[in-house]
């Protein structure tokens, strides 16, 4: 079942790939779903309309995502394997740096997400999301590719 | 009481609008006899037509090419018909504050950026419904939205 996005955004996503788990919504984002809040949008949005964790600088870099994942303790992890009782996020971003999604581990080792204002959904790897297409104004639309991990004690 | 008369509803067969005939259509239901002053509200109404179409294009376009599966607003937020909107300056707020009524959407940005003000409160960062009412209530009190 096809969600609500458009295919340009991932092109390498395959029907196979994932399941539809939740609504269409707009209440949360990708990076609050990756901590397991559906309340409100973490966005380190430049006009402070949006969540960001108090204390954590109001940019989009890795390393501000990064440190927001902190305030929910989570650390740095090697890589994206499943380990027993650790909860895992991979952080994506695209080529020139810029992060733009967020995917959580599920205890079977698949990965669920949600995709932007679309649907959340359960898919089997972190590659079926990567992507670098460029929109006609040349700007990056696709997550790109997980470029680091975080885990924490799974609850 | 002055009845909404709006320009295309008089325009002519060439699809030109006539200023004289809309003065002499308007005349009978106003106390304001000054042609100049006349002329200055049709002016208005046809400037604020004209803003109305333009918002109305443009969001179209921010509509089809936007990022559905972005999460993060900034990404919507600096395309160039996100940005052209903005730079309407507040006579577009009231287009937009229209749209948020009909359905919650990201104008959080460009209201802030056309006010100057921000009526959301830190607890309320993030959560979408009560972004949307913060910001519906001060337009009523800002007299955008009714």
């Known amino acids: 079942m096809p969600g609500s ?13 994932y399941k539809i788990t939740s609504e269409y919504s707009e209440e949360y984002n990708c990076l609050a779903w990756a ?3 559906v ?41 994206s394997s499943l380990e027993e009782g650790i909860e895992k996020i991979a952080i994506y971003a695209t080529s020139d740096g810029r992060p733009t999604h967020a ?15 679309c649907e959340d959904v359960e898919h089997e790897t972190l590659d079926c999301l990567t992507g670098e297409v460029r929109d006609a104004q040349g700007r990056i639309m696709c997550y790109g590719r997980p470029v680091c991990y975080m885990r924490r004690p799974r609850e | 009481m002055i009845p909404s008369i709006q320009p295309a509803s008089i325009a002519a067969a060439d699809n030109t609008i006539s200023t004289s005939l809309y003065i002499q259509q308007f005349r009978p239901f106003t ?67 229209r749209e948020l009524e009909r359905k919650n959407d990201h104008w959080y940005w460009a209201l802030k950026a056309i006010s100057g003000e921000d ?28």
């Open chain 1, 5 to 17: 996005w458009t295919a340009r955004e991932f092109p390498n996503l395959k029907d196979s790939d």
């Open chain 1, 35 to 37: 901590v397991g809040d």
């Open chain 1, 39 to 79: 309340d409100q949008r973490w966005d380190p949005d430049e006009m402070d309309q949006y969540y960001w964790p108090p204390g954590v600088p109001r940019e989009v870099t890795v390393a501000a995502v990064v440190a927001a994942f902190q305030t929910k303790g989570f650390e740095p992890s090697p890589d």
């Open chain 1, 103 to 117: 995917a959580r581990q599920l205890k079977n080792g698949h990965w669920t997400s949600k995709l932007g204002n």
């Open chain 2, 31 to 97: 106390s304001v006899h000054s042609t100049d002053a006349i002329e200055e509200m049709v002016s208005l109404d046809w400037q604020r037509e004209a803003i109305e179409v333009e918002f109305n294009r443009l969001l179209d376009k921010w509509r089809e090419e936007r990022s559905a599966a972005s999460s993060f607003v900034v990404v919507n937020a600096t395309h160039p018909a996100y940005q052209r909107i903005i730079g309407m300056g507040p006579r577009v707020l009231p287009f937009i504050v």
């Open chain 2, 119 to 146: 009526p959301v409160t830190p607890e309320s960062r993030g959560r979408m419904r009560e972004m949307r009412d913060a910001w519906l209530r001060w337009a009523r009190e800002k007299h955008y939205a009714r």
